[in-house]
């Protein structure tokens, strides 16, 4: 009977160590004091205040507050090393409740973490969304919105060389299509330059602007929206195998633009009487003629759809016998 009494105080004496230190392990670094979320239109900032450093970090769980009692059955979570710091809504994906619940907790090691604090709830207030997804891709802005609960009315696209400072670029206000994607093609943009484009949603008095979005930074193969006239036209006389001209090899400098027109007409003729045909940029083009002749040649470039520079020109040339 003494050695089975004895057997039972050491197995108890045996859990209730185990138990403590298991206790112990699991909440070695202690809670944090204490944490704050507060919400500026579309973010959240964070504070937490915690006099012991020992923490690896700590971890943030968040819901609805009708689905969550504890931090456990949260529906998210993220782990930060800051103590103080911002997060949109829309990283945090919460978009579709009207408050939030917050529990925090500390990581004390990879294997163990502090108990989770009290809880704070956050009311939402409405604000006006961040588009998203912007880009830019050949000389044409895109980006997606979500109204969720706020509507959008219009978007301001700014840009400007890279490197400006937002308030000192150029402005073009983009109406709000009936789907969820938004395109803007008539930046004025040179070639090679490289901008930074951002964008920005407007809703309404009450909730105002979003949040600028960007920069997306987009090198300029092709100028868009600028239109100068070409300069320095020349040619030269293309020739046969047999060294006999046949007819002229024309270049000259233009301003970026993706596609040129050009005419050749009889010497004095009016530019309007000849056949207009169109090059792509990067190309010159060779017009057949005949020899001793004299004609004239013009180019003008290609702004847009039946947008074009003026006529520069003529160039005479005669190819010779």
């Not at 301001?156 to 402005?171: K, W």
């Amino acid at each position: 009977m003494r050695v089975l009494l004895q057997i039972s105080c050491l197995l108890l004496l045996t859990t209730l160590t185990f138990n403590s230190c298991k206790k112990d392990d699991g909440n070695s670094c202690g809670n944090a004091s204490s944490f704050a979320v507060s919400q500026n239109a579309g973010k959240l900032q964070f504070v937490i205040t915690d006099a012991n450093t020992s923490a690896d970090g700590y971890e943030i769980a968040y819901g609805d507050p009708l689905n969550v009692s504890n931090g456990d059955q949260c529906s998210y979570r993220f782990v930060t090393l800051s103590k103080t710091f911002d997060k949109t809504l829309l990283e945090l994906n919460i978009t579709y409740f009207s408050n939030a619940i917050f529990y925090l907790r500390k990581r004390c090691s990879a294997s163990s973490n502090s108990d989770w604090s009290l809880y704070k709830t956050v009311a939402l207030a409405d604000f006006c969304y961040l588009p998203k997804n912007l880009k830019v891709q050949t000389n044409t802005v895109s980006w997606d919105f979500d109204d969720y609960k706020s509507t959008t009315s219009y978007f301001q696209v700014q840009y400007g060389i890279s490197g400006f400072a937002i308030g000192t670029g150029t402005n073009a206000t983009v109406n709000k299509p009936s789907f969820s994607s938004v395109s803007y093609s008539d930046a004025s943009i040179a070639a090679g330059n490289t901008y930074d484009f951002y964008v920005r949603a407007y809703c309404n008095t009450s909730l105002g602007w979003s949040e600028w979005v960007g920069p997306y930074s987009y090198y300029c193969n092709y100028s868009n929206n600028i239109c100068i006239a070409p300069t320095n036209l020349a040619y030269t006389v293309e020739r046969n195998a047999s060294n006999q001209p046949v007819g002229a090899n024309f270049t000259w400098s233009g301003s970026g633009l993706s596609s040129y027109q050009y005419v050749v007409v009889n010497s004095g003729v009016s530019v309007t009487s000849g056949n207009i045909n169109t090059i792509s940029s990067g190309y010159t083009p060779t017009v057949l003629v005949n020899k001793s002749t004299n004609y004239d040649f013009y180019v003008r470039g290609v702004c847009g759809t039946s947008s074009y520079t003026s006529w520069a020109g003529p160039l005479h040339f005669n190819i010779g016998n």
